[in-house]
């Protein structure tokens, strides 16, 4: 239990998915019941007064462990002594708009606020991204912050992995709570590659108890890695309230560990392990503590796993070299 406030920015705080997320966070569903949270939070100046909406709204829920909340357009003042940031505000994907889209609308945005993280935040901080093309945009805002650890940058596929959990459970009438071990590798994007092969259900090895080989390729794999279109084809808005819980869980696991027995996709610099080109921001299972990550090492990888975590990578590195010709990092 601690009494001094966290310090917690979010960006894009007028967006659709920071109107669940700060709400949750308000609450108490990151730190519990006992620790003050200070938001801090950035918006572009034509969001401000929608934001001030948002923070009267905050202000009428009285939450006890909403200790202060400061709101601007300005990244150095709104991340300063910042201990995590969750890098939300982002251009977002709309109807039939590709990723390869948003690389340069979303390079600047990531480039300047790398750079004021650099500059302000606390020296504890834990930087999530959320906002799309997340692992890219993370790279970017890592490569603008040569004075912090890389191992403080993360893009979320949390959504990814709660999404496998959801279908492997519905196919195979567990419940969430019985499976471990999914992991998704890769990018947030349709190349990711949800891996049912290591996950377990009640202890079991799931692909055995799916027994279904042409679900898991035909249909669990393309519905996980194609969700958020068809959750903007039916909302006709991309995913806001399980996009908002995903950072959280993300987060949650990231600051206050793993549980046991258990592990977490995130997407953190590439060592080179799993043969995945080093420097890239690249979704691995990882265990974590005391805001720490490690990489799931050890897992046995078939032909039919290494093509899809290759190209997967292979989709990165197109990524990476887009924003280095753009000079962004
Ligand atoms: N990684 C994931 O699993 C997911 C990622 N996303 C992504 O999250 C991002 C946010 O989504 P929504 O909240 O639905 O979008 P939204 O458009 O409702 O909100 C984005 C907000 O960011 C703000 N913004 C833009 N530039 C900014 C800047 N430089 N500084 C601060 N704020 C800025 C905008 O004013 C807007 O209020 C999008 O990129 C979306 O694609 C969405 C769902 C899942
Ligand atoms: O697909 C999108 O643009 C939104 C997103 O990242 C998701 O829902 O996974």
Same mark, same amino acid.
């Given at each position: 239990?601690?009494?001094?406030?966290?310090?917690?920015?979010?960006?894009?705080?007028?967006?659709?998915?920071?109107?669940? *997320?700060?709400?949750?966070?308000?609450?108490?569903? *990151?730190?519990?019941?006992?620790?003050?949270?200070?938001?801090?939070?950035?918006?572009?100046?034509?969001?401000?007064?929608?934001?001030?909406?948002?923070?009267?709204?905050?202000?009428?829920?009285?939450?006890?462990?909403?200790?202060?909340?400061?709101?601007?357009? /300005?990244?150095?003042?709104?991340?300063?002594?910042?201990?995590?940031?969750?890098?939300?505000?982002?251009?977002?994907?709309?109807?039939?708009?590709?990723?390869?889209?948003? *690389?340069?609308?979303?390079?600047?945005?990531?480039?300047?606020?790398?750079?004021?993280?650099?500059?302000?935040?606390?020296?504890?901080?834990?930087?999530?991204?959320?906002?799309?093309?997340?692992?890219?945009?993370?790279?970017?805002?890592?490569?603008?912050?040569?004075?912090?650890?890389?191992?403080?940058?993360?893009?979320?596929?949390?959504?990814?992995?709660?999404?496998?959990?959801?279908?492997?459970?519905?196919?195979?009438?567990?419940?969430?709570?019985?499976?471990?071990?999914?992991?998704?590798?890769?990018?947030?994007?349709?190349?990711?590659?949800?891996?049912?092969?290591?996950?377990?259900?009640?202890?079991?090895?799931?692909?055995?108890?799916?027994?279904?080989?042409?679900?898991?390729?035909? /249909?669990?794999?393309?519905?996980?890695?194609?969700?958020?279109?068809?959750?903007?084809?039916?909302?006709?808005?991309?995913?806001?309230?399980?996009?908002?819980?995903?950072?959280?869980?993300?987060?949650?696991?990231?600051?206050?560990?793993?549980?046991?027995?258990?592990?977490?996709?995130?997407?953190?610099?590439?060592?080179?392990?799993?043969?995945?080109?080093?420097?890239?921001?690249?979704?691995?299972?990882?265990?974590?503590?005391?805001?720490?990550?490690?990489?799931?090492?050890?897992?046995?990888?078939?032909?039919?796993?290494?093509?899809?975590?290759?190209?997967?990578?292979?989709?990165?590195?197109?990524?990476?070299?887009?924003?280095?010709?753009?000079?962004?990092?």
């Amino acid at each position: 239990m601690s009494t001094t406030p966290v310090k917690v920015a979010v960006t894009g705080a007028a967006g659709q998915i920071g109107y669940s *997320l700060l709400f949750r966070i308000a609450s108490g569903a *990151l730190f519990g019941p006992d620790t003050p949270v200070q938001l801090r939070l950035l918006e572009i100046t034509p969001a401000l007064k929608a934001l001030e909406g948002v923070v009267m709204e905050l202000d009428d829920c009285a939450f006890t462990t909403l200790d202060s909340v400061e709101i601007g357009d /300005d990244a150095n003042t709104i991340f300063d002594g910042a201990n995590l940031a969750l890098l939300v505000g982002a251009r977002p994907r709309t109807k039939g708009m590709e990723r390869g889209d948003l *690389l340069e609308a979303n390079g600047a945005i990531f480039t300047a606020q790398g750079k004021a993280l650099n500059e302000v935040a606390a020296d504890d901080i834990r930087i999530g991204v959320t906002g799309n093309p997340a692992n890219t945009n993370a790279l970017i805002a890592m490569s603008n912050a040569p004075d912090i650890p890389k191992e403080r940058f993360s893009a979320l596929t949390r959504l990814d992995h709660n999404r496998a959990l959801s279908q492997l459970a519905a196919k195979t009438g567990s419940k969430v709570a019985d499976i471990t071990k999914m992991t998704i590798w890769g990018n947030h994007s349709a190349t990711q590659y949800p891996d049912v092969f290591h996950a377990e259900i009640g202890g079991r090895n799931a692909a055995e108890v799916v027994d279904d080989r042409d679900w898991i390729e035909n /249909d669990f794999i393309p519905t996980v890695a194609k969700r958020g279109a068809a959750i903007i084809e039916a909302r006709g808005a991309s995913s806001a309230a399980s996009a908002a819980s995903a950072t959280i869980d993300a987060a949650r696991d990231w600051l206050h560990g793993t549980p046991e027995g258990d592990w977490a996709s995130m997407a953190v610099v590439s060592d080179g392990s799993y043969g995945v080109p080093e420097g890239l921001i690249y979704s691995y299972p990882v265990t974590t503590s005391n805001g720490d990550w490690e990489i799931v090492q050890g897992l046995e990888i078939d032909e039919f796993s290494r093509g899809k975590m290759d190209a997967t990578a292979a989709e990165l590195v197109e990524e990476r070299d887009a924003v280095k010709e753009l000079g962004l990092i």
